[in-house]
T-cell receptor, first 113, second 115 residues
Framework: GESVGLHLPTLSVQEGDNSIINCAYS??????FIWYKQESGKGPQFIID?????DKRQGQRVTVLLNKTVKHLSLQIAATQPGDSAVYFC????????????FGTGTKLQVIP | DTGVSQNPRHKITKRGQNVTFRCDPI?????LYWYRQTLGQGPEFLTY????????KSRLLSDRFSAERPKGSFSTLEIQRTEQGDSAMYLC?????????????FGAGSRLTVL
């Protein structure tokens, strides 16, 4: 299928190494931050979220770090596997209302076997 | 329920023709969203429904675009008099009304190519 990764920043990682994907956001009113993974030909898939009153949250092999001072978000993937190859998007949403989710620019992760 | 379903998956049309996309959300989700994604970009918000009510429309949604969600179940997105700039992936997502993060479940998308 057609790749959604063209013209995107690309991170190449050796299989088994850890990956760190970064994201900057601009809306100080955002209440939740969410990471999505998008594989070629598919819609984005939820990975993990973090609330603005937290600075770290861990999932299975993934950790999200939030630095509100510099408006920076990162996704760490431990022991990166070939199946992790995809485009990763950070997204933000405000509390209240209908919580529109706004997506940032993606990063393409290439895992080298 | 196997998730969010979108049809057709691919549509090729000539400029000036009308096209319609359908989205079937997860049945218990009352929130439904349409996004547009072009190559190399993140999804851009188009419109939002809560049940059958269309509560928000992006400035990206010109008057050639119309979306409906009759009875608060499936939704359709129609583009009239298509232009080459409409070529994109149209993504539908749904979510339940709940506290916490608004976690969207996306369909696989409908890819539109306007010749």
């Amino acid at each position: 299928g057609e790749s959604v990764g063209l013209h995107l920043p690309t991170l190449s990682v050796q299989e088994g190494d850890n990956s760190i994907i970064n994201c900057a956001y601009s809306n100080s009113a955002s209440d939740y931050f969410i990471w999505y993974k998008q594989e070629s030909g598919k819609g984005p898939q939820f990975i993990i979220d973090i609330r603005s009153n937290m600075d770290k949250r861990q999932g299975q092999r993934v950790t999200v770090l939030l630095n509100k001072t510099v408006k920076h978000l990162s996704l760490q993937i431990a022991a990166t596997q070939p199946g992790d190859s995809a485009v990763y998007f950070c997204a933000e949403t405000e509390a209240g209302g209908y919580q529109k989710v706004t997506f940032g620019t993606g990063t393409k992760l290439q895992v080298i076997p | 329920d196997t998730g969010v379903s979108q049809n057709p998956r691919h549509k090729i049309t000539k400029r000036g023709q009308n096209v319609t996309f359908r989205c079937d959300p997860i049945s218990e989700h009352n929130r439904l969203y349409w996004y547009r994604q072009t190559l190399g970009q993140g999804p851009e918000f188009l419109t939002y429904f809560q049940n059958e009510a269309q509560l928000e429309k992006s400035r990206l949604l010109s008057d050639r675009f119309s979306a409906e969600r009759p009875k608060g179940s499936f939704s359709t997105l129609e583009i009239q008099r298509t232009e080459q700039g409409d070529s994109a992936m149209y993504l539908c997502a749904s979510s339940p009304r709940q506290s916490g993060a608004n976690v969207l479940t996306f369909g696989a998308g409908s890819r539109l190519t306007v010749l």
